[in-house]
């Protein structure tokens, strides 16, 4: 079993529960103003490089 999960397994098993793009965006946007440093966590665990990280971080702060 891999330890980690790509952000396209993410976004699969998201749709695959029937969320679309304004409730994964609202997902991420609760996530981040509830606890950021768990979003952190959780965007170092899916592997995405630093800079990806901030950007994802600013646009739903």
Same mark, same amino acid.
């Given at each position: 079993?891999?330890?980690?999960?790509?952000?396209?397994?993410?976004?699969?098993?998201?749709?695959?529960?029937?969320?679309?793009?304004?409730?994964?965006?609202? /997902?991420?946007? =609760?996530? &981040?103003?509830?606890?950021?440093?768990?979003?952190?966590?959780?965007?170092? /665990?899916?592997? =995405?490089? &630093?800079?990806?990280?901030?950007?994802?971080?600013?646009?739903?702060?």
């Amino acid at each position: 079993m891999n330890a980690t999960v790509t952000v396209e397994e993410w976004v699969a098993r998201f749709k695959g529960i029937g969320l679309d793009q304004a409730a994964m965006e609202q /997902w991420h946007r =609760l996530f &981040e103003q509830q606890n950021p440093a768990g979003h952190q966590s959780f965007l170092e /665990w899916l592997g =995405l490089p &630093e800079n990806k990280i901030v950007e994802i971080r600013t646009k739903y702060a």
